[in-house]
């Protein structure tokens, strides 16, 4: 079975500052897709970026980019000039491309970003 | 577009009552997924449906959990007869999975905060 470790309970910045935030994962398949959800206070859960196992560049958007390492089955999220807004808790999360569609989620990241 | 619309979104009820939690998928999207967020477990899959047909149920704790899906715009987890351990922030989302080779995001409901006394 799969699983998402993210290592850092809780990560801080300071406003206009880059944070990266580390997911790795454990898995014996060769396609799948890795994504990042974003959940402020409000609870919603909310698509930060996603990635394609077999694309070697990186995916982007807008102040959010990753660093996917296949090799290392590592995958983690860059969020450039934070805003107060980012403050949120972050997953990463793990999708098979032929078997099963349920995400695998890791326990989450609890980002601040200081004023 | 109307988002995957989830309720109630807040649900306090006492230990040994029946509770039913709802939702409706966006529109077009064949496959639905029920998850539980926990402090302790955090986010896991109960359940999820593609084309209304329960396709990977191994995440259901217990024969007190059961989920529907009559249609493709309305399904139903119940919980019955409901425990203080059952408290926790359940999710519903949905996807276009018309062909696994594209990467179709899930798109989540805002939950349903259940809390068993």
């Known amino acids: 079975a799969q699983t998402v470790t993210q290592s850092q309970p809780e990560m801080s910045v300071q406003e206009a500052e880059t944070v990266t935030l580390s997911c790795t994962y454990d898995?014996?398949?060769?396609?799948?897709?890795l994504f990042w959800y974003k959940q402020p206070p409000s609870r919603q859960m909310i698509l930060v970026i996603r990635?394609?196992?077999?694309?070697?560049q990186n995916a982007t958007e807008n102040r959010f980019s990753v660093n996917f390492q296949k090799a290392a089955k590592s995958f983690s999220l860059k969020i450039s000039d934070s805003q107060l807004g980012d403050a949120a808790m972050y997953f990463c999360?793990?999708?098979?491309?032929?078997?099963?569609?349920?995400?695998?989620f890791g326990k989450g990241t609890k980002l601040t970003v200081n004023p | 577009d109307a988002g995957v619309i989830q309720s109630p979104r807040h649900e306090v009820t006492e230990m040994g009552q029946e509770v039913t939690l709802r939702c409706k998928p966006i529109?077009?999207?064949?496959?639905l997924f029920w998850y539980r967020q926990t402090m302790m477990r955090g986010l896991e899959l109960l359940i999820y449906?593609?084309?209304?047909?329960?396709?990977?149920d191994s995440g259901m704790p217990e024969d007190r959990f059961s989920a529907k899906m009559p249609n493709a715009s309305f399904s139903t987890l119940k919980i019955q007869p409901s425990e203080p351990r059952d408290s926790a922030v359940y999710f519903c989302?949905?996807?276009?999975?018309?062909?696994?080779?594209?990467?179709?995001?899930?798109?989540f409901g805002d939950g349903t905060r259940l809390s068993i006394l």
């Open positions: 999360a793990y999708r098979s491309q032929g078997g099963s569609e349920k995400l695998v």
């Open positions: 898995t014996s398949e060769s396609d799948y897709y």
């Open positions: 990635q394609e196992a077999y694309k070697q």
């Open positions: 529109s077009g999207h064949n496959s």
């Open positions: 449906f593609n084309n209304n047909v329960p396709i990977d």
């Open positions: 989302a949905s996807s276009p999975s018309l062909n696994r080779q594209f990467n179709q995001p899930q798109h």
